[in-house]
């Protein structure tokens, strides 16, 4: 059974810098997919989920939504089957729940359709 857990959320300030981590277990071939954060700002519908940043399978390749390009960044270590998203200079707008997501396929996959295995997200509130 494959399980994806997400860690590092809180409540911090703007400006402040936070990362987050997934950890997946139960999937043998995590080196082999692409691994992805999504967010979701609460009171949306759950068709608003925003893809924050992708990543494939070696780490050399990845996708950012243009409102966090220069700030976010995420990395993945396979020994560990863990994918990171280090947000820096954090604002107000990008409070939400992340959830982090393993893609049935390689590459930068932007939509849901393509993650099969989902956490169930880490909430990051940024106050002004």
């Known amino acids: 059974q494959v399980q994806v857990e997400e860690s590092g959320g809180g409540l911090v300030q703007a400006g402040d810098s936070v990362m987050l981590s997934c950890v997946v277990s139960?999937?043998?071939?995590?080196?082999?997919?692409?691994m992805g954060w999504f967010r979701q700002v609460p009171g949306k519908e759950r068709e608003e989920r925003e893809c924050v940043a992708t990543i494939n399978y070696s780490g050399d390749t990845t996708y950012y939504t243009d409102s966090v390009k220069g700030r976010f960044t995420i990395t993945r270590d396979n020994a560990k089957n863990t994918v990171y998203l280090q947000m820096n200079n954090l604002k107000p707008e990008d409070t939400a729940v992340y959830y982090c997501?393993?893609?049935?396929?390689?590459?930068?996959?932007?939509?849901?359709?393509?993650?099969?295995?989902w956490g169930q997200g880490t909430q990051v509130t940024v106050s002004s």
């Open positions: 997501a393993t893609a049935r396929y390689d590459g930068v996959p932007r939509e849901e359709i393509y993650y099969d295995y």
């Open positions: 139960g999937r043998r071939t995590f080196d082999k997919y692409a």
